[in-house]
Each structure stands twice: as C-alpha cells, then as structure tokens.
C-alpha cells in the first residue's frame, strides 16, 4: 500500500528537477509558454566582434575589439602608393588560433615569465605555461583572445576608438580584478597614438602591456625586411638565456651585433645572433616634458617609408620575425622568416622574477600607464 504515494514523491521530485533544469537554461523564457514569472533573469549580451576603421585622407588603419587588434594601415610611399605596412590575416576567424600575435594587445603581462610563476606578497601564483617552460604574453587567453567592449568611437579631424576589457581576479592565474582600456587615435597627419591604462581594483597585481603589430614598411607582402634600416635609442640590452629568459644583468651593445645606436640594416649582422633577434632593449634617451622618449626610427629604403616611435617605458623589445613560418596571411600571402619586425615598448621581461628590474607591480588603485606615439613620412 505505500509505493503508490512513493512512486508518485518520485515523480514529482523528477518533475521538479526537469523544470528547475530547463528554467535556469532559460527554456521557458525562450519558447513564450507564459511561465514568465519562472523565466530565468536576463543576463547582459557578450560584446560583439566588429572592425572599425579610422581615417584621416590616404592615411586609415582598421582594428578590432578581438584582442584590441591593429589589422591593418595604410599609407602612401615617395611615390604615392598607398599599402598596407601591418601583417595580419583577411578574417576575424583566423584570429582565434593565431599564434605570432599579429597586431593585438598583449597582456596581462607581455612577454616571457619564468617558469609559469612568481612571488608576490609571499604567495606563490602559478600561471599557465604556453611557450617552452614558461608563460608568454598573459598565457593560453591572455588579452589578444577576449573580446573587447567599445566604450566610445570619435570621428572628425582625429578619429579614435577607445576599448575596454574587465580581466577578473585569477585570470589565467593573475591576481585582483583589472579594468583595462586602449585608445587608438589618427593624432596628427600620418600620426598614430596608442595609449593604455590599467587600474587594480582589489589586490597587487603585475601588469604589462604591449602592442604587437608586425611591420613591413615595404608593404605587408613585401618579403623580407632585412634590408630596412633600424636605429634604437639604446645602449644596453637585456641579455637572456636559451629559453629567451633575461639573465638579470645589462650588457653594453658596443661592438656587438646588438648595436642599432646608428641606422643600420637589420640583416647586417643577423646572422651573429641564432635565429635572429628577440630581446628588450633599456631605453637611453631622456624624457620630454611628457614623459615621452625616443625609441626607434625605421626606414625602408625602396619605398621611401619611415616610422619613428616615442613611448614612456623603460625598455622596447626589437623582434625580427623568427618564428613566422609559412602563414597563411592577408590576400593568400604567405609570411615567412623575417618578413616583419615588431617594436614592442614595454617594462623589461619578467621582471616579477627579477627585483633588480624596475617593477611592473601596481597596488589597489594605481593606474598603470603605456603610451605610444607612430609618426610616419615617405
């Protein structure tokens, strides 16, 4: 006599398991059965992937909010031909699995950690490794693989976009929730501004942003860029280990393959130095009134092309395109060894790990600060 009423507490328990299942998927809400008052609340969209573009006559660029990502800019040579001097690829899509990190933002902490981990605080954080024994560029879903909110986008004589990201506490490891904004901004004829801020919000936290656009001033299929000439206003370099770990001193760059002080052809000398370059230069000249110092001129001699780069970080990373190998890019060009070069301003690499390095870590409050400055001619 007593499993009838079992049997039946059973299927209502079931009942009520299947409903409460399909109510916090949001099924009642999205069939319109009238069950509105179990629908499961609205939540907020996700930001959508979009390309903007800035212009300012023959001189535009294109970005993204995936990844805060620079895809393209054109400009005109001595000539009047206008190309684009960025690498990248034809869709969004060929972003996800990107792996040279074609014109993103890159952070929370650009380029190398040692081991995956550091100490801060006395507490151990361990980070995910994604390049050799170690982490690069933020780990497996650092910056250049969310999806940024575009918070405003100007027009008329300086158009620019400003993006956003909330990167929450323990994200890829890294502590405290960080609020994250980049502008892009056409701040002058054939001049392009970058700049870039993070706050912490409730604990330490390092932080290192860097732009990681890939440049061919010849144009983004040009080939090789081993005949553009590159001057580094550096007298010192941060020296690293096989792992491309800086060791923690400074080495003079006179008399070695390093040295850029003056123009010179960044195939000169590259065959001194295995696999080609990929290290942080210590910046030596002075700050402006701005806080703003010289980092490098480049120049490609065919096109006529020029770029001259200003920030206000203590270190730059020259990096000659060493492991691009046979990428599928923009228009079916395919970009091999040394076919761009990026100048990525930057706090020195893993500098959590090394506490003679000026420090990258902000407190509850602090604003981090990056600011970048392109001046093209032709």
Not at 154 to 170: N, R
Not at 316 to 340: E, M
Not at 348 to 359: G, I, K, Q, T
Request: glycine share 10%; aromatic share 14%.
């Amino acid at each position: 006599m007593s499993k009838p009423p079992l049997l039946l507490a059973v299927c209502l328990l079931l009942a009520f398991a299947f409903f409460f299942f399909f109510q916090s998927i949001g099924f009642f809400h999205a069939t319109n059965i009238g069950l509105s008052a179990f629908s499961a609340p609205r939540r907020t969209a996700p930001p959508q992937v979009g390309i903007y573009e800035l212009r300012k006559g023959d001189f535009s660029l294109k970005i993204t909010n995936f990844g805060a990502t620079i895809l393209s800019l054109f400009l005109p040579d001595s000539k009047g031909n206008v190309a684009d001097v960025v690498l990248g690829y034809d869709r969004i899509a060929h972003y996800i699995n990107d792996t040279a990190y074609f014109g993103a933002l890159v952070g929370r902490v650009a380029n190398r950690i040692a081991g995956g981990h550091f100490l801060l605080n006395r507490k151990v954080y361990k980070l995910p490794i994604n390049s050799g024994k170690n982490t690069l560029h933020g780990g497996n879903r650092g910056f250049n693989k969310v999806i940024w909110t575009v918070k405003e986008k100007g027009v008329g004589e300086f158009p620019y976009i400003t993006l956003y990201y909330h990167s929450f506490d323990g994200e890829e490891g890294f502590p405290g929730d960080l609020d994250v904004y980049v502008t892009y901004k056409i701040s002058g004829p054939y001049e392009l501004t970058v700049n870039m801020n993070a706050t912490a919000k409730n604990k330490a936290t390092p932080v290192n942003l860097a732009q990681h656009s890939y440049w061919n001033l010849g144009g983004h299929n040009n080939g090789v860029i081993l005949s553009h000439l590159i001057q580094i206003f550096a007298t010192e370099i941060t020296p690293v280990d096989d792992n491309l770990i800086p060791t923690g001193s400074f080495q003079k760059v006179a008399g070695t393959p390093y040295d850029f002080r003056e123009p010179t052809s960044v195939g000169s000398r590259i065959d001194q130095i295995p696999g080609g370059y990929d290290v942080n230069y210590v910046l030596s000249s002075l700050p402006n009134a701005h806080g703003m110092r010289k980092v490098a001129l480049v120049q490609d001699p065919q096109s006529g092309r020029a770029l001259a780069l200003w920030a206000n970080q203590p270190g730059v990373q020259f990096y000659s395109g060493n492991f691009l190998n046979n990428v599928s890019g923009k228009g079916g060009h395919v970009y091999g060894q040394h076919n761009g070069l990026c100048l990525e301003t930057q706090g020195f690499p893993d500098a959590v790990n090394h506490y003679n390095f000026p420090s990258q870590i902000i407190n509850p409050g602090q604003v981090y600060r990056h600011d970048m400055l392109f001046r093209f001619s032709f």
